[in-house]
């Protein structure tokens, strides 16, 4: 019954969901072109938010059980496991304040409306994962602008999505270019759960009811650690508080 149900009610949500895309499109063009990066920021912000009003139409809910206060005026490096797309409009939205950034594969920077746009011209980093020296030389440039503005760099290390929930190894080349250009970040590691059941059948029906959680673990100054033992320790962390 509830399969039957995900094919009647996930042709909406794509529906929905494809018209934000198309729309936001234009609207940070606009944005950008004409009223440049804080409006621009705005209706990329916007733009997460109505994308997950559409996952709404699945029965999708979030949840962030933060029991810390993150400081507004350091740069932070956000840090998570990586289960599904769905893991992506939940933390821009809850950390808009920080202005968040992303470290993503160049094939995103194109081919899909608005969330193409954003990677391009909001400030985060197209990486070639086939070209690791230059991969790294581009972290590098994103480094110092994060560290300069004091904005938040989200990298998912394992550098692909785990899509039956368990966790894949860490990759530490970025996570190590991060922590040695931005000296004063703060770290902050966060656990989500479940967003794989947003493809329980494959990408074809979606799932329904699912909970997507994020447990953020207590935020670490980067200051005074040794970089190889923070990333065992913080891969250790993440992955623990993993349900699978």
Request: charge should be positive; charged fraction near 20%.
């Amino acid at each position: 019954m509830s399969k039957l149900l995900s094919y009647i009610l996930t042709p909406i949500f794509l529906v929905f969901f494809g018209l934000t895309l198309v729309i936001f499109q234009p609207i940070q063009w606009v944005c950008f072109n004409l009223f440049g990066y804080s409006a621009h920021k705005k209706s990329v912000d916007a733009f997460q938010l109505v994308a997950m009003w559409c996952t709404r139409l699945l029965g999708t809910r979030y949840s962030f059980n933060n029991p810390y206060k993150i400081p507004k005026n350091k740069p932070l490096i956000i840090i998570l496991n990586h289960q599904s797309i769905y893991d992506i409009p939940p933390i821009t939205w809850h950390f808009r304040a920080h202005h968040v950034k992303y470290v993503s594969k160049k094939e995103l920077g194109k081919g899909i409306p608005s969330v193409s746009y954003n990677l391009r011209h909001g400030g985060s980093v197209l990486i070639d994962r086939k070209k690791p020296k230059e991969s790294v030389e581009a972290i590098k440039i994103f480094s110092n602008t994060i560290e300069t503005h004091k904005r938040a760099a989200v990298i998912f290390p394992e550098g692909t999505r785990s899509r039956q929930g368990v966790p894949k190894r860490f990759q530490t080349k970025g996570l190590l270019a991060l922590f040695k250009g931005i000296p004063s970040a703060v770290i902050v590691p966060i656990t989500v759960n479940n967003s794989w059941k947003m493809f329980p059948y494959g990408r074809f029906p979606m799932g329904l009811g699912t909970h997507i959680a994020y447990t953020i673990h207590k935020p670490i100054v980067l200051a005074n650690n040794d970089h190889a033992t923070l990333i065992k320790d913080i891969e250790k962390q993440i992955t623990e508080a993993v349900a699978v």
